[in-house]
Each structure stands twice: as C-alpha cells, then as structure tokens.
C-alpha cells in the first residue's frame, strides 16, 4: 500500500508564510503526478497547485504568483511553499498523488488525511 502524509500546517497571521510537505511511502515504483488540493465551503474540490514528474506546475489563479509547488523524486516529496496569506487561503490542504505501485500495471489515486491552514489575526 502507499502512504502520503502531510505536514507544516498552522496558524498564520494575514501576509505571513508556511510551508507544506506530504510524502508518500509504500511500494511505489514511480509517482507522476503530485498535487495539493482545498475544499473551500460550499464548493467542490479543487487543485491549488500540482507538478509532475518532469516538473511541469499548474496552479489555481487565486494563488499564482503567491504559492510555489516543488518536489524532491528521490524523496516522494512534495512541497508546498505558501506566502502573501490571506483569511480566503483558510482551509484544509490535502496532498494528492497518482502512483505506480510495485508490482502493479496502472496508476493508483491517493490522497493524504488533510493539513488546516488557518490564516488569521
């Protein structure tokens, strides 16, 4: 099975900084796809940003430009790097992978148990 465990959430005062991680761990041959998601109330999920294997990112346009995904392969890490926060970045971040495992022919979606970021004064 395969794990990806989140940490480095908090409470941060508006403007202020955090970092989030989540590794995964397991039988994993490869993993393509990282990501990290939020579920703002009322709405569905949905990517704040994510990165592939090869390093492409993509990000949500309310934190371009703020928020700046990385991983280490050699970890299965992934990294969150969040600055300029504001009380809308408020929420539960949830790491996402998709992972070839050992043994296996397909990928596999995973996801973490969820990190609170909680941006106020």
């Known amino acids: 099975q395969v794990q990806l465990v989140e940490s480095g959430g908090g409470l941060v005062q508006p403007g202020g900084s955090l970092r989030l991680s989540c590794a995964a761990s397991?039988?994993?041959?490869?993993?393509?796809?990282m990501g990290w998601y939020r579920q703002p109330p009322g709405k569905q999920r949905e990517l704040v940003a994510g990165?592939?294997?090869?390093?492409?990112?993509d990000y949500a346009d309310s934190v371009k430009g703020r928020f700046t995904i990385s991983r280490d392969n050699a970890k299965n890490t992934v990294y969150l790097e969040m600055n300029s926060l504001k009380s809308e970045d408020t929420d539960v971040y949830y790491c996402?992978?998709?992972?070839?495992?050992?043994?296996?022919?397909?990928?596999?979606?995973?996801w973490g148990q969820g990190t609170q970021v909680t941006v106020s004064s």
């Open positions: 996402y992978a998709t992972v070839i495992r050992v043994g296996a022919r397909y990928e596999y979606q995973y």
């Open positions: 397991g039988s994993i041959v490869s993993i393509n796809f």
């Open positions: 990165i592939t294997s090869g390093g492409s990112t």
